[in-house]
């Protein structure tokens, strides 16, 4: 097997038929033999009915479905853990990142590239907000990690099968797979791509899920926060000392007290604001640690037609 594709599914049964043709026209100009893998992460509407049915008239479409909605990235690794493919490509199925850009990706893979990911230059269809936090987003993170993820990048991107083996190895429930990619330090590069409107249907990736997938990624791959509650944790407690000298100075030496209910609230707000914001930080990290220890399976599979599942 040259290549597999792997699509992540949800709700997404107006794009497949358009997804799938263009897919077959891109793998049938590299001239590659490949398989289709698409993961349906607990869709509402008729997609795993239109992904049944390009399986009946394409034995390399291949499909799993899941018990329940596990989340994009969980249904990305369970593509990843089931692909055959020497080369291994992830791509969305709202066709926002266009699947001709894959035979660049795949010109590049050919020049001894592990890793080549597709870099945003232009964003349609997307709101003001969305594109501002996004970019601010991965500065961010490319600041507080020591790992370079790459900016302006999703998962749209092609792999080494080496690469695959390595995703297998990590055995954390909360995935951020393209700092787990650029974790492995294989040699990598991009091809630059504008990526167009949503094609039909609504996003599955509203801004809770956003907020969540953005926490996933700086708790996965940054201890910053950790430190730095540590370190606001002694400029306070720095402050509440100084403050305490300050009022034995004014009882005993300058021989006057002031009632001070104002200046006694804010510092108990204030200590306690930092101390919440430190507690709700480590409690991150628990909660994850928590959910590792647990061994739980990553996704639970409904039905494929893959000879075997993780």
Known sequence: MNISI????????????????????????????????????????????VILQLAEKDRFVKYIKFSRNFGHQKAVCAGLFNS???????????????????????EKYKNGYEIVYAKRREREGETFFKKFTAKMFYRILRKITVIDIPLDTGDFRI????????????????KFIRGQIAWTGFKQTFVEYDR?????????????????????????????PLKLSGILGFIVSSIAFFLMIYAFYSKFILQKTVPGWTSLMISVLFIGGIQLICIACISEYICRMHQDILCRPLYVVDTSNIEKVM
């Open 159 to 174: 792999i080494d099968r080496k690469v695959v083996e390595i995703l297998k190895r990590m055995p954390e429930s909360s």
């Open 6 to 49: 792997i699509v992540p599914i949800y709700n997404e049964e107006s794009n497949l038929p358009v997804l799938y043709d263009k897919l077959l026209e891109v793998v049938k100009k590299m001239g590659v033999s490949y398989e289709f893998i698409f993961v349906d992460d607990g869709s509402k509407d008729n997609s795993f009915e």
């Open 196 to 224: 167009k409107k949503r094609n039909a249907g609504n996003t599955g990736y509203n801004y809770r899920k956003m907020f969540r997938f953005a926490i996933d990624g700086i708790i996965s791959f940054s201890e910053l």
């Open 84 to 106: 055959k493919g020497d080369a291994v490509v992830i791509i969305d199925a709202d066709l926002q990142d266009p699947p001709e850009t894959i035979l660049n990706l795949y």
